[in-house]
């Protein structure tokens, strides 16, 4: 369990600096493999909780079981296929497989990460078409986040493609939000339904009045531009209370769930499984 979790994983580079050249290529080619086998790649499912501590939707996060060095960091995995053009396989493979989940639950958000690369693949849009149709899935509950790094290229044609998505129902939220430069002017344009506050702004939170005003003060920004607000890496009790008074109402982070293999995921849903922390309270 403690992969899924997300803990007890490493960099590959942190006990072999000798090699790193050698060792992208190997997972670079180990990566292809894994994309045309199918094995050793899934996808762990976080929850999104509202006030009252009810599952309102899930975040679909990428796991790759590397053959020999075993659980490997998605910063890693998907920076190189990033960078060796796996982007596009591995995106498509991961939105097919939460969109085919999703539609077999009653969650009325699933949130998938989409890297900035494949929006300039002009068939993005068409795939997305298409993978909804296969699976069923309505296009109000998909939410693709994109980092900021994607929608920092101000161009004309990441514009239109968000303008598209969006007309079709398909939600766009802005994935570490406030570590980029274009998060105004996306929140000025209306191009975006949703913001996820960066982790690191609420690590912060109630340690010093600052970082409380910072955050307090994108909630207003949320409000002032319609723009609905999901908070991630929710870890103490401490960050959530001060989030709720800031109006918060979508959280998520370790406090109230870990991401999740799709079986316990599923039994979470039918409400079998472990509830949150907070109702233990
Ligand atoms: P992200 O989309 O910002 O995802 C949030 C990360 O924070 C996840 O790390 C999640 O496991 C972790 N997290 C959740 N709650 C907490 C918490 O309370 N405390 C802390 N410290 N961390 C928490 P993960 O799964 O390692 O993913 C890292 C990044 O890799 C993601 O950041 C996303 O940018 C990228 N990624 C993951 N899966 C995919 C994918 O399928 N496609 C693309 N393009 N990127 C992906
Ligand atoms: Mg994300
Ligand atoms: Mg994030
Ligand atoms: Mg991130």
């Known amino acids: 369990r403690a992969k899924a979790e997300g803990k007890g994983r490493y960099s590959l580079f942190e006990n072999d600096l000798?090699?790193?050249v050698r060792h992208l290529k190997e997972i670079e080619n180990d990566l292809r493999a894994a994309l045309k086998s199918g094995t050793g790649l899934k996808l762990v499912y976080?929850?999104?909780?509202?006030?009252?501590?009810?599952?309102t939707g899930a975040e679909a996060l990428c796991r790759w079981d590397h053959p020999v060095h075993g659980a490997l960091s998605p910063e890693i995995f998907i920076r190189v296929a990033e960078e060796r053009g796996l982007i596009d396989e591995l995106g498509?493979?991961?939105l097919d497989k939460a969109c085919h989940f999703a539609a077999s639950?009653?969650?009325?958000k699933i949130a998938v990460n989409?890297?900035?690369?494949?929006?300039?693949?002009p068939s993005f849009v068409p795939m997305v078409l298409q993978t909804l149709e296969n699976s069923g899935l309505a296009p109000t509950r998909l939410e693709l986040e994109l980092t900021e790094r994607a929608v920092l290229e101000q161009s004309r044609e990441i514009a239109d493609i968000l303008i598209r998505l969006r007309s079709i129902g398909i939600?766009?939220?802005?994935?570490?939000?406030?570590t980029g430069n274009s998060s105004l002017q996306y929140l000025r344009d209306h191009r975006v339904d949703c913001l996820k506050i960066e982790r690191s702004f609420i690590a912060r939170l109630g340690k010093d009045e600052e970082s409380d005003r910072l955050?307090?003060?994108?909630?207003?920004?949320?409000?002032?531009?319609?723009?609905?607000?999901?908070?991630?890496?929710?870890?103490?009790?401490t960050q959530h209370s001060l989030l709720a008074s800031m109006g918060c109402k979508t959280f998520q982070g370790f406090l109230l769930s870990s991401p999740m293999e799709p079986e316990k995921f599923e039994e979470l849903l039918r409400g079998e499984g472990t509830s949150s922390s907070l109702e233990t309270t």
Do not use: C, H, M
């Not at 639950?105 to 009325?108: C, G, K, P, R, Y």
């Not at 989409?114 to 693949?121: A, M, T």
């Not at 939220?173 to 406030?178: G, M, N, P, S, V």
């Open 18 to 20: 000798t090699s790193p």
């Open 114 to 121: 989409v890297s900035p690369l494949q929006l300039r693949n």
């Open 215 to 237: 955050v307090q003060a994108i909630f207003g920004l949320a409000r002032a531009t319609g723009v609905s607000v999901t908070v991630e890496g929710v870890e103490t009790k």
């Open 92 to 94: 498509r493979w991961a």
């Open 46 to 55: 976080q929850p999104f909780y509202d006030r009252e501590g009810q599952v």
């Open 171 to 178: 939600k766009i939220a802005l994935d570490d939000f406030a």
């Open 105 to 108: 639950t009653n969650l009325s």
